[in-house]
């Protein structure tokens, strides 16, 4: 099994490389990742200058670019080969409901499966990273039921794991993405040079979060397991977009 490993991290995160150093037991592991900590960085690619790629001493691949180029640049000329699966992460920092929209660890593994590739998207859920061997077992088991077992059509799956011990690990559980509160004001900052800087605030805490949710099922230290898609079409807006644009 060829397995491409990203992040959004960088490439020297402890993360990536826990996740890459187990993953080769699975398979034969490459890993393309940004140079530097692109958390945040979405689904956006660099078009307005060239790419460059430098191979690590360990053998890793880093790119001055996001994790979108890194998984494109990988699978559509970087590599000779297509990878089977795509796993990004593990995230330093949960990913759960809004969070996947800017997330530069889910559009890791986005990139992959807009390429046709089954990809996972791990991220551990607390900024601590104390229980990094929880997430890492969850990744490990992800990719070798993939293995043994192929999901059977298009599969992009946002996995969420509690920073808890693995013996404290209460399961698995198949999750919606659940919905946060408006984030947190900015940040205004002075610069030595006097001038007004702002400073992106945190995301607001999980406001949709019940039973069924990314964020309950992390909170009763469960394994958050969201098959994604990437359609933004509101389906049950047409009509009403129809109507809104005759009257
Ligand atoms: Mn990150």
Redesign the pocket.
């Known amino acids: 099994m060829k397995i491409l490993v990203s992040?959004?991290?960088g490439y020297f995160?402890p993360g990536i490389t826990l996740l890459a150093e187990a993953l080769r037991q699975l398979g034969e592991v490459t890993v393309v990742a940004p140079e530097r900590?692109?958390?945040?960085a979405s689904n956006s690619l660099t078009l307005d200058r060239p790419l460059t790629v430098r191979r690590a001493a360990n053998g890793y691949f880093s790119v001055n670019g996001t994790p979108t180029d890194c998984v494109h640049i990988a699978v559509t000329g970087l590599l000779d080969f297509t990878p089977d699966v795509v796993v990004s992460g593990v995230?330093?920092?949960a990913n759960m409901g809004d969070d996947t929209i800017y997330?530069?660890?889910v559009a890791a593994a986005v990139e992959g499966y807009l390429l046709g590739i089954p990809s996972i998207a791990v991220s551990l859920a607390s900024k601590a990273g104390e229980h990094f061997e929880s997430a890492i077992g969850i990744a490990l088991q992800m990719v070798e039921r993939l293995r043994r077992q192929p999901f059977g059509e298009a599969v992009l799956l946002n996995v969420n794991v509690p920073d808890i011990a693995v013996p404290q690990l209460r399961g698995v559980e198949v999750t919606r993405l659940g919905k946060r509160h408006k984030a947190e004001p900015v940040v205004k900052l002075k610069t030595p040079r006097g001038e007004t800087a702002y400073w992106i605030g945190p995301a607001g805490g999980a406001a949709d979060a019940g039973p069924g949710t990314d964020f309950h099922a992390v909170e009763s230290g469960k394994v958050s397991v969201t098959p994604l898609r990437m359609d933004l079409t509101h389906g049950n807006q047409l009509a009403r977009a129809r109507e809104w644009l005759a009257a």
């Open positions: 992040n959004d991290d995160a900590d692109r958390s945040g995230n330093l920092g997330s530069g660890t």
